[in-house]
């Protein structure tokens, strides 16, 4: 993918990112580095209090967060997105949850809920645990973990692998730590509405208090990751799609997960969010699949393939009032390099859980 003129300050370069890091640096505050920047949702003392927060009630009582996630309008179609340099894959680790063959196809365990807090408001997004070297890892939205109207990390982040009405059943995992692209957490690029967090293992009450259920993926799995791949390719897309559409009809109780499946294409241009090399799907997703993993070669029996996107926007390209587009930005090389920082990242169990 070339250059865009609209990154204002850094440059690019082969000193993006170090693959070797402690756990202790979870403790740190903002790390920016070039094409990356690196922020603490959790410590693990404060994680205690981020869990107990999250009661089932409060689980069915977040809204989908609507904040820059949708857009209407005729729109031009953006430039062809373009590999930066050779196509890669990372492959997922299906765990223990195959499902067998079927004619219907096998939602992912690995997909789930994002819940967060702006402004004192609970909201969620969608999600999808990811392979990684210590199993705990999340791949996101950009726009589900930083807030670009305060410019901050959004507050008490976990993410429930297999939300189903308020429940977590695989347990509740506090954001540690996330890694989004420069040119989104600075200039609001949706180009980059992406970001990888860290988590800590999960954690459920028990009956003597707190325990924990262990690593991420080890749990649900870890969906591959793929970038520099040709648009043109068929995807699933999985998500919680809850609002209704502009014209009132809500199709999603967003309490259960859903997908869509079509061909990925140079997706509409949209200047109110600086998209304009983007990739898109025929897909009548609403808000609240925001986050929602693109995944291409997935397979229904091991209920995994390879995350070649997120949802990022959800389009009204027709202005009839009902969304007919879902778009994602375009996993390039600079994308894998912010993959691969916070596939490496240690985080742990927590020390108050039994």
């Not at 992912?108 to 705990?136: D, H, M, W």
Request: proline content about 5%.
């Amino acid at each position: 993918m070339n250059t865009r003129a609209k990154r204002l300050a850094l440059p690019l370069g082969g000193a993006l990112l170090a693959t070797t890091v402690v756990g202790a640096s979870l403790a740190t505050t903002a790390e920016a580095k070039p094409g990356r920047k690196s922020v603490t949702l959790s410590s693990a003392k404060a994680a205690q209090s981020v869990a107990k927060f999250w009661t089932s009630s409060r689980l069915k009582a977040a809204q989908h967060y609507t904040e820059d996630s949708d857009a209407s309008g005729k729109f031009k179609t953006s430039r062809k997105a373009g590999a930066d340099g050779s196509p890669g894959m990372i492959a997922p680790d299906a765990g223990n949850r195959s499902a067998g063959r079927s004619k219907n196809v096998n939602l992912p365990t690995t997909v789930g809920r994002v819940f967060f807090a702006v402004g004192g408001q609970l909201y969620y997004c969608s999600a999808s645990a990811i392979e990684s070297k210590y199993a705990n890892l999340v791949a996101t939205a950009g726009h589900c973990v930083y807030d670009t109207d305060s410019n901050q990390a959004v507050d008490k982040f976990v993410f429930v692998p297999g939300y189903h009405e308020g429940k977590a059943n695989w347990g509740i995992y506090v954001g540690a730590k996330f890694h989004t692209h420069y040119d989104f957490a600075n200039f609001e690029d949706y180009d980059r509405d992406y970001a990888f967090v860290n988590v800590y293992n999960g954690v459920k009450p028990g009956r003597r208090g707190w325990e924990d259920v262990g690593r991420l993926s080890d749990q649900v799995g870890g969906q591959g990751f793929a970038w520099n791949q040709p648009v043109g390719k068929n995807v699933y897309l999985f998500g919680y799609p809850t609002a209704s559409h502009p014209d009132g009809d809500r199709p999603y109780s967003g309490e259960t997960m859903k997908y869509c499946y079509g061909k990925t294409y140079p997706g509409p241009a949209v200047p109110k969010y600086k998209v304009d090399e983007g990739v898109a799907v025929k897909c009548a997703f609403t808000p609240g699949s925001s986050g929602g993993p693109f995944i291409q070669q997935y397979s229904s029996s091991k209920r995994v393939g390879y995350i070649n996107g997120v949802v990022s926007l959800a389009l009204d390209t027709d202005a009839n009032n009902r969304y007919d587009r879902i778009s994602s930005p375009y996993f390039d090389g600079e994308t894998a390099a912010i993959y691969r920082y916070a596939s490496n990242l240690w985080t742990g169990k927590l020390p108050w859980v039994r």
